[in-house]
């Protein structure tokens, strides 16, 4: 028997038709591309996700593109962006367990075993939402997905910048992931703030 769908669950697949038309917010963006992180940089790209606006950087598998992911207005535009459907949930990248605290009251004894062995990594633990994670986010579901990348460029930005970053993997859904800057420039371009162009690849 097909599972009836919650009020939560409905409301997002509502807001597919709904923001199809406000698609607009994403054109004309100035992007800039760095092909390293300092300070500087580092402090351009808190500015850039304080104002709502989207990032590009490398993760230990591939590409992400990212936002601040307590703010609904970024999150709209990171779905947006990708034209991925409001129905798919997206999950979040942190540093440390501190901040993993953000999204996550209840984290049990086996959880926190897990983070501590396996994070950093491409490990992505799902783990009870608490209230200051929208259900947009979440799309109406009450878990989220939590992960620390082993890369050094993700964890430098994710360090600087005080909550989780809502992350998904760079590519128009349906389509194959970037693994480098050529494989999304042209679909991204005019979406995205700041691209951070690196190797896609572990902590040494």
Do not use: W
Not at 12 to 18: D, E
Not at 146 to 165: F, G, H, M, Q, T
């Amino acid at each position: 028997m097909k599972r009836k769908k919650s009020k939560k669950e409905n409301k997002i697949l509502n807001m597919n038709f709904l923001f199809m038309f406000f698609s607009i917010i994403l054109i004309g963006v100035v992007m800039k591309i760095y092909k390293e992180v300092n300070e500087k940089i580092l402090n351009e790209i808190v500015d850039v996700l304080n104002k709502d606006e989207l990032i590009i950087f490398p993760t230990d598998t591939v590409y992400g593109i990212a936002c601040n992911s307590f703010s609904e207005t970024a999150i709209k535009k990171l779905y947006l962006a990708k034209n991925r459907s409001f129905d798919k949930p997206i999950c979040v990248l942190t540093d440390n367990i501190t901040k993993i605290n953000l999204v996550s009251n209840n984290i049990s004894i086996t959880e926190k075993e897990l983070i501590n062995k396996y994070f950093p990594g491409n490990l992505t633990i799902i783990l009870d939402k608490n209230e200051n994670v929208s259900d947009l986010l979440t799309a109406g579901k009450e878990t989220i997905g939590v992960r620390i990348p082993d890369n050094k460029i993700a964890l430098s930005i994710l360090e600087k910048y005080p909550y989780p970053l809502a992350t998904t993997s760079v590519n128009l859904a349906g389509k194959k992931e970037g693994t480098k800057v050529d494989d999304f420039i042209d679909e991204f371009r005019d979406k995205v703030s700041v691209i951070i162009e690196s190797h896609v690849q572990k902590c040494a």
